[in-house]
């Protein structure tokens, strides 16, 4: 009997195995052999728009020694964490109210926060470039109040722009982390807090900001991605004062035709990245698990 269990159990365990094989090749050629190729590139070099296969650190001397190029990867991090941030900010309320505050209508809420995401995304930032432009909504309506002369010129092609958009197009992805995360909470400890004599803000800082911070991290992860290589936003909104690096990697692949610095750039990004995202699951861990 007991060989007969021990077989049945290593027939299960292999199912399990088989089962990830499909996962794993997905993983391996669409996300491991793009990097290892790209990792490859990075180590070559160009000459007159010829490409040399030879080993070389070249192309990352030359990411981390321009002072160009360094000054637009800390934009480009600045921007990207702190329209996430943003972003977060402003769906985690939401994604509160939603799930303690409406019962008949939560699934509407949820649809309208989610909605844009079935427009294009080209769309989307085209019409912020609309609504930030010189005639745009917001300066015509300064203008027409007598507030304004002149439109405001910091409204389109500019850092605030990119930001402004970056922000607007992450919400729903920071929305949709921390509704799911919120929606696990059960009402009943916060019944219990509050039978216990704890105010609203106290239970939220000691039963509901615990147990719901990983999707919040999860949110401002996905915006964070969203947001840091993103070349289109900077090139429809931006301008040059909003050049992100991801503008100058495609940059190197199509314009310059500089594929192994293009690739040396974007493994400098993928690696800082990489790094956020470690010092984001690091600070907001949580202990155990909620079932």
């Known amino acids: 009997m007991a060989s007969v269990a021990v077989t049945h159990e290593g027939r299960a ?6 089962s990830l094989v499909p996962l794993a090749a997905w993983a391996a050629l669409l996300v491991l052999a793009p990097n290892v190729l790209m990792l490859v590139y990075s180590l070559w070099r160009t000459r007159e728009g010829v490409l040399y296969r030879v080993f070389t650190f070249d192309n990352y001397i030359a990411v981390v020694t321009n002072d160009v190029t360094l000054a637009i990867l800390g934009r480009t991090v600045a921007i990207a ?15 509160w109210f939603v799930v ?27 019409a912020w470039k609309i609504i930030l432009g010189d005639n745009g909504i917001i300066n015509s309506t300064l203008i027409e109040l007598g507030l304004r002369d002149e439109p405001l010129s910091f ?5 605030f722009a990119v930001f402004l958009t970056l922000t607007y197009v992450s919400i729903p992805f920071a929305f949709v982390a921390s509704y799911a995360a919120l929606e696990r909470v059960p009402a009943s400890l916060l019944e219990a807090s509050a039978d216990a004599g704890a105010s609203p803000a106290r239970a939220f800082r ?22 840091i290589g993103d070349y289109l936003t900077p ?3 931006g301008g040059l004062e909003g050049t992100m690096f991801g503008s100058l990697i495609v940059n190197q692949f199509g ?6 610095l293009g690739a040396a750039m974007s493994i400098v990004l993928l690696l800082l990245t990489g790094a956020l995202l ?13 079932d």
């Open 13 to 18: 365990s292999f199912r399990r195995r088989l």
């Open 81 to 95: 964490v702190g329209a996430a941030l943003l972003a977060t900010a402003v769906a985690y309320p939401m994604a």
């Open 100 to 126: 303690r505050r409406l019962s008949k209508h939560r699934l509407l809420a949820v649809l309208l926060v989610v909605v844009p995401l079935w427009i294009s995304y080209l769309v989307r930032v085209y």
């Open 155 to 159: 409204m389109l092609y500019s850092k």
């Open 206 to 227: 000691t039963v509901v900001w615990p147990l719901s911070r990983q999707g919040a991290a999860i949110g401002f992860a996905l915006a964070l991605l969203l947001c």
């Open 235 to 237: 090139a429809m909104v």
């Open 255 to 260: 314009l310059t035709n500089n594929w192994p």
């Open 278 to 290: 470690a010092l984001v699951a690091r600070f907001t861990r949580t202990e155990g698990t909620l």
